[in-house]
């Protein structure tokens, strides 16, 4: 279980990466770390 939340962690830390790189909009980057920080794996599960 540990290891799949170490998994998880740095799979959503790419993640921000990507997203921080393709988008230069701050208020858009704000609203994209407010929602990751707001998920947790179920529900990112569900949206995708």
Do not use: G, R
Request: with cysteine; charged share 35%.
């Amino acid at each position: 279980m540990a290891e799949s939340m170490k998994m998880w962690k740095k799979e959503k830390e790419s993640y921000q990466q990507t997203v921080d790189n393709f988008v230069d909009k701050p208020f858009l980057k704000t609203i994209h770390s407010c929602s990751l920080k707001d998920l947790d794996v179920k529900s990112l599960a569900e949206l995708f």
